[in-house]
């Protein structure tokens, strides 16, 4: 793995991932393949959309089929039909949001599957060794997630263990030459956990480092607030990626604040729900004030959905239920993630990210077309 | 609009039919797209498989979201983003299947919506009047649908008030340069009222004929004796349209007997639960055999299900509920239908129709690949 900066501004960078299976344009946004597929999407549209990687969660493969199965039909990549870089995450989080009556130590997590009600454990050792089974290109730490309302205590605590977790992980780690592994810093919302945490990770050394348990309920400012106090312990020449996140602003936000990576069931969640993101905020295709709209979604936008359906098509067959309904909001919100990447991108190549992100914030806050 | 033989072999026929917005390659299989979606598939992926013509459902679409807001949009291709020929149904077989409490008398039915419960009166004259407000190419005459288990004078009644109602059909039709107007046969399994319904269509003079009131749960062998016994009261030189047929098997055999056209939801409805369709039988992607076969569904078939994904990844999508499951399978259940249906056009025109249809057979009855 490579990691260039092509550019700067404030804290801002424009860079380039370099992996055995692609660039990755940095600031990027990654979809998210929960179970192997961007829901809604096939893979050769979330790429010429400008993806230049996607997410899988460990949690859900190694559930649903197994990762010995993707393994047999030969590796992910393989297997859903992408043969560009993916990351995936740990299982971490989900063992903690998802599963039934899971028990920790500090030798790792025995928890019941949410499917079928089987016990697995997952440590770190075993997570690594699964994310390499399925040949992840950009493997996690495996982590352990606090509660947003965890007492500082508990949460220097879990830090701590996500700290030996990481260690062991990176010991776990068997080099190859087309993967990579991230640490995860934790320590939720107290800067001296945070601090500690990113000296601990830089002591074990990777090859870029991840802030974990932010989005998790937590206000933007308090979220901002986190990264202007997290981000300035991690070196400069490795890319930093925050996990879970987020909202367009949030990204921006994130960005300006010197992160390189995202990743988010927003688009995609949404689309399945009748709402679009665009430039003019959040729009709710159900509502009956586009039943008769002839208009695209955004004028502007160069999307699939909007160069060919109206708002009135897209309200009818959300309304309906139909599938292409979800296909059709999904690449648009797709198409708006990647859009937006692409213009942060540019603007910190030409020193323009302040104007860029005013002009955002104001077409944000004017909101949606008028009806008609 | 215009009907070209281009070759014969026995009853079987190869044809061309021109209509403003596209050429009609006959036999030919038009994918539904109930709701003004063909279910699962963007309809440039519909055109890619082939397909010259899709149908949708008066029923549906006077109901949601109403022709006139579809009029309003544009009509019903610039709606649904499908520049090419569209056949509407009448709403005669929904207002019988679907809709709750319906009540006929000569002058037509009138229905509660199966969606919200509200009144609506459909006649002859009403539902072409919808068709040709929705803009469609291929306009069905409105008629009555009876059941399989009606007795013979309840068939030969209804079918006289069919006849009427093709007669009001043709007054209420304005012609147009782009639409043309199709007849459609009733008559059960009664041959002397099947007899009588042709001639009686043939007097009032269609573009096209269509033998409807089949597909409703006879056997085949019925089906196919009443297409003996139908077909040849037709004209040669007009197009002949089996309404809602049907499986592969189906679709052979009335080509057999001189059918040109054909729509069935099977493909699709299928793609949905996990059926393929293949030439070597129908393949049920749930089952546990396929959950570690590397292998696609069919190695010798080029949809884009086959030459990218294997049946475990199938498998996988398909018990985990993922969107990517329907498409995946719709398209390549699509994609058999087209190719069966250019298969058949090209034995017709060498005149090895037999040959296509025994070995047809003989592969559907081999069945599928042993498992690994």
Redesign the interface.
Known sequence: MNFKIKGKEGNARVGELHLQRGIIHTPAFMPVGT???V????PENVRSLGADIILCNTYHLML??GES?IQ???GLHK???WSRPILTDSGGFQVMSLAALSKRSDDGVEFKSHIDGKKHFLTPEYSIQIQQTLGSDIIMCFDECTSFKATEREVYQSMMRSMEWAFRSKNAFQNTLSSTLFGIQQGGVFHDAREESAKRLIEIDFEGYAVGGLAVGEPQDIMFDVLDNSIPHFPDNKPRYLMGVGKPGDILGAVLRGVDMFDCVLPSRSG?TGQALTRMGTINIRNARH??D?RPLDPKCGCPTCK???R??L???C??G???S??LLTWHNLHYYQELMSGIRSAIFDSKLSDFAGQFISMQKKGDMPPL
């Not at 829901?39 to 096939?42: D, E, P, S, T």
């Open positions: 179970a192997a597929t829901k809604g999407m096939l649903r089929p199965i047999q039909i030969g297997f859903m039909n399945r039943a008769k002839p060919n359906y109206s009135a098509y309200h009818h067959v309304k309906v139909e599938i292409i979800a296909i």
